[in-house]
């Protein structure tokens, strides 16, 4: 413990204070109302939490590359309309994999953009918010989806299904963080997600294939949307065709919270999590203590500064910046 | 009030000769719609608004959605005011900021019908009539239906209610909502409202409410909400929370409203045909353009459904 | 002709050559499709879409120096609805209420200064803890929509004054007030930009950031101060807006953002700093109403426009990187 001086500390506490201020906000939280760290409640805001957690980690992987995703919500109000729809149509055992190959699809297109013709991410998945709010809309003819014998599926499984106590949602997250956690840190693939996003010019010169690398990101991102789709239509097996909207900011609140650079080249999927369950005991603590839902904005607002401010003041070793 | 309507109906009159001297033939009818697409009875409006319109030779529509965005919505007023259509029927976004667009629409001769949500009382003045449902009628039999259940079951003396409200500054919301707020009180004076939160309309919105309200309160005995649509997601969220028991009761039955009381976990609602409310609509637009005496507020009948007497009504398209 | 020239002029005029064929296309399909039996460019129909433009046109000149600079502000809309709050409110105060209609221009100059103020937070965490401005303008997106929602809770705000509706719906030499706000933000923000020190600065330093602190500008100061001029303009764009229409929900304004990004966009102003021009700004404001005009015009359907406008905005990106290309090869010659 010799190498604990004042200033590990310091430099220990800055560049892990996003970890630190979940565990302040716990303590606080539990301290103000004793039903916050109960298992019951703990285990409702990580399962309400999944979905946006579930389209947090492919965002991830798209920041981290050094782009934005603005069209994730939008995309994921298209994945629930359409495996609702198919549901009826041609069973659930074809509609999730055809949904799946839907949205994969629009992701690619997304991924050709960006990647191939070296578009500008923000714009394009812009513009594809509002195309595919229109796609949408044309395949429910702007009707509510909703699944007619609820009784008689198994298709429940996925939003409302447990297994050993624990429910499916959260399962899926956590299954899904990590394999993403894993390919992201341990593999050759994942190594050259940074190296683009890090750096994108000497990244083509050491001879990895940016446009690839960035296809394969939105690939996996809009995989995550679709998923985050399946539970969303699992979970109330019907919906509006604006379920998804404004989702998109949330999640790359969570992703910003998690302190991944939007420059790119930065992050991890570990810290996206905490990033999302900040988010969800935020908006669950409040709650118990008698906040109105507005109050997390408000207290959002402060807590992405400060995280990121502290983030890169830990790495250029001052608080303030050195903008003139 | 009854010179107000007098008033009225002479211009209306006069407006409708008008209209007979200078056309002869077809009359155009613009409509400014809130939010196509949002839920399925904005959609099957507009369909059958369009229906009806064509069925209609008599009739040239203009058909223009506002997105729920207000600004859009005064544009297309303007838009309409200066493409001279003979009528115009409004779906107002925010029941007071249109009420600018719509004096000036009366200033340029254009007479305006305001559908399915009425715009406030500074604004009566300029409009012609407003077609839909009377909303504080439809939430005191909200509070009926509900009441008269917890009788049945004999917890009116003790029942606690939550209440899921529409979109905030939404006039149908608002007149709902005080309908509810102030029969419950005279007919079941021991049941107590102890939360009130709005759903926007939404069902993912209600449900993450609902899910709120579960967790701060143990003892839940009533739902109520401003339409079916909010009112299944409430009862989504009870289902995933496992508690049972609690009467749920909305507004403007939906199919998925219908459907969960064919299972017998939804109380009640207010039978609301969208069609009935787009094809009132663009019947008041010809009336007053025609020159007909037209009341000021024209209410179609929005009947109570429950579980106990669904068997009467079919299942809504929407 | 200069290198470059060409390519300038070509990028320029694409904005105005989108513009021309959107008024072409409309208007030959509105004969056949519209049920109006007005033509699409009737001059009262043209003078409408200056007005309708107003409200998204205005802050658009505001983020065209932002992203000149190399920023951006996501959090105009929520400025736009906190301001127009204010304005509404304001007006009823108890400490007003001696005033009569005298309390207007009191109410413009306060929900204008607490624009400029909100737009001056932004700026000054910007400067001092150089976190990227898309990550502070998104935080106080959000923190500035609670303050909103906080102020009245999920309830409008609302407050009919007739004489301010009056004076809003003037119109002075055939255009009306809005128009004449665009107008004139328009011509003092290209002046700011065109004839002044600030605007050179504003140039330099989205071009090179290291270069123009070498050259001694204050970097830090220098974005403080734009981004109190768009924090006034989005209180100046509500100030306009709501003088006519009189009550604010308080999630109006959302997505505000996001189509003034487009404007600018469309007008050629590039994301990466350095580039941009207010007039094509202009240009690319009126493009997007146009487009929205026009499509009400022939009857498309909610689920159309939604489509057209989200591809139109990706061809649009796509041809200016085609004539960018151009441009570069032509340097090369």
């Excluded at chain 1, 906040?291 to 992405?304: E, G, N, R």
């Excluded at chain 3, 105009?76 to 709050?85: E, H, K, L, P, R």
């Amino acid at each position: 413990m010799s190498g604990l001086t004042k200033q590990n500390i310091g430099s220990f506490l800055a560049r892990q204070g996003i970890l630190v201020a979940f565990a302040l906000f716990m303590i606080g939280f539990t301290l103000a109302n004793g039903r916050f760290l109960d298992p019951d409640n703990v285990m409702g805001v990580v399962r309400s939490s999944a979905i946006l957690g579930v389209m947090a980690l492919g965002v991830t992987f798209v920041v981290i590359s050094g782009n934005l995703d603005l069209s994730v919500g939008s995309m994921m109000s298209f994945s629930t309309i359409v495996v609702l729809d198919l549901h009826d149509k041609i069973g659930p055992t074809l509609a999730i994999p055809a949904m799946f190959a839907l949205t994969l699809c629009l992701g690619a297109l997304i991924g050709f953009l960006v990647g191939y013709l070296k578009l500008n991410s923000l714009i394009v998945t812009l513009g594809m918010l509002s195309a595919i709010h229109g796609l949408t809309l044309t395949w429910s003819g702007g009707k509510n989806m909703d699944i007619a014998d609820k009784e008689a599926t198994w298709f429940g499984i996925f939003g409302q299904g447990e297994i050993i106590g624990i429910p499916v949602p959260i399962l899926i997250f956590a299954l899904l963080a990590s394999v993403l956690g894993l390919i992201l840190a341990k593999t050759p693939f994942g190594r050259k997600v940074y190296a683009v996003g890090g750096n994108g010019t000497a990244a083509t010169f050491s001879g990895i294939r940016r446009a690839r690398v960035v296809f394969s990101c939105y690939l996996m991102s809009s995989f995550c949307v679709a998923t985050a789709g399946l539970i969303q239509a699992s979970r109330s097996m019907g919906s509006q065709n604006t379920v998804g909207q404004g989702l998109e900011l949330e999640v790359l609140a969570a992703v910003i919270l998690g302190g991944a650079s939007l420059l790119g080249g930065s992050g991890t999927i570990f810290k996206t999590v905490i990033g999302v369950l900040i988010l969800g005991f935020i908006q669950n603590g409040l709650l118990l203590v008698g906040l109105q839902f507005y109050v997390q904005y408000v207290v959002t607002w402060v807590i992405i500064i400060l995280a990121v401010w502290l983030d890169i003041a830990a790495k250029r070793g001052k608080l303030w910046s050195p903008i003139a | 009030m009854k010179t107000t309507i007098a008033t009225l109906a002479a211009t209306t009159l006069l407006t409708g000769m008008a209209f007979a001297g200078e056309h002869g033939g077809k009359m155009t009818i613009g409509i400014t719609q809130n939010n196509v697409g949002v839920d399925s009875y904005q959609t099957t409006y507009e369909k059958a608004f369009i229906a009806a319109a064509e069925a209609n030779e008599m009739v040239e529509a203009v058909v223009l959605d506002a997105g729920g965005d207000v600004a859009r919505q005064i544009a297309q007023m303007e838009d309409l005011i200066q493409q001279e259509v003979d009528a115009i029927i409004i779906w107002p976004t925010n029941g007071e900021a249109v009420i600018p667009a719509v004096r000036k629409a009366k200033q340029a001769d254009i007479p305006v019908i305001v559908t399915n949500s009425n715009i406030a009382e500074q604004g009566a003045e300029f409009v012609a009539s407003f077609s839909g449902p009377d909303n504080i009628t439809q939430g005191s039999r909200s509070a009926e239906i509900m009441c008269d259940k917890f009788k049945e079951m004999g917890i009116d003396g003790e029942a606690q209610v939550v209440h899921i409200t529409g979109q905030p500054g939404y006039t149908t919301a608002i007149e709902r909502a005080k309908g509810f707020e102030d029969r419950l009180p005279e007919v079941c004076p021991d049941v107590t409202v102890i939360d009130t939160q709005p759903g926007d309309w939404n069902r993912e919105k209600s449900q993450k409410v609902m899910e709120a309200f579960l967790v701060k309160y143990d003892d839940i005995d009533g739902v109520y909400a401003g339409d079916d649509n909010m009112g299944v997601g409430a009862l989504n969220a009870a289902k995933a929370a496992g508690r049972e028991g609690i009467i749920f009761v909305g507004a403007t039955n939906f199919a998925v409203g219908y459907e969960a009381m064919e299972r017998g976990e939804y109380w009640g609602s207010i039978y609301q045909s969208p069609v009935d409310d787009a094809e009132a609509a663009l019947q008041t637009a010809i009336d007053v353009l025609e020159g007909k005496d037209v009341p000021a507020l024209n209410y179609f009948d929005t009947p109570k459904i429950t579980q106990d007497n669904m068997g009467d009504f079919t299942k809504p398209v929407f | 002709m200069k290198p470059g020239t060409l390519s300038t002029f070509l990028k320029r005029g694409a904005i105005w050559g989108f513009i021309a064929l959107e008024l072409i296309f409309f208007t030959v399909a509105g004969e056949f499709l519209s049920v109006s039996d007005k033509a699409f460019m009737d001059v009262d129909n043209m003078l409408l879409l200056f007005k309708q433009s107003a409200p998204i046109g205005i802050i658009a000149m505001g983020m065209t120096i932002i992203m000149v600079n190399g920023n951006i502000d996501l959090s105009v809309g929520a400025i736009y609805a906190f301001c127009a709050v204010i304005l509404l409110d304001s007006m009823t105060w108890p400490i007003f209420a001696g005033l009569g209609d005298a309390v207007i221009p009191v109410s413009w100059i306060l929900a204008l200064a607490v624009g400029t103020a909100l737009g001056a937070l932004n700026g000054l965490i910007v400067w001092k803890t150089g976190v990227d401005a898309f990550i502070v303008t998104l935080g106080s997106m959000l923190g500035y929509r609670g303050l909103v929602f906080m102020y009245n809770g999920e309830q409008p705000t609302s407050h009919l004054n007739w004489t301010l509706v009056d004076f809003a719906e003037q119109q002075f030499l055939g255009l009306h007030t809005a128009t004449w706000f665009l107008l004139i933000v328009t011509a003092v923000i290209w002046f700011l930009m065109n004839r002044t020190v600030h605007g050179r600065n504003a140039y330099a330093i989205g071009d090179n950031r290291a270069a123009a602190v070498n050259a001694g500008i204050r970097v830090g100061p220098h974005m403080m101060v734009n981004f109190m001029i768009i924090g006034f303009l989005a209180a100046l764009s509500a100030v306009v807006f709501y003088s006519e229409s009189g009550s604010v929900n308080p999630n109006d304004g959302e997505l505000y953002e996001l189509w003034v990004i487009t404007a600018v966009v469309l007008g050629g102003t590039k994301l990466t700093g350095g580039a941009g021009s207010i007039i094509s700004t202009f240009g690319g404001v009126l493009a997007i109403q146009l487009l929205r005009k026009g499509l009400a015009h022939i009857g498309a359907d909610t689920e159309t426009v939604n489509l057209v406008i989200g591809l139109i905005l990706i061809a649009v990106l796509f041809l200016d990187r085609q004539l960018n290309l151009k441009g570069k090869e032509e340097l090369k010659v």
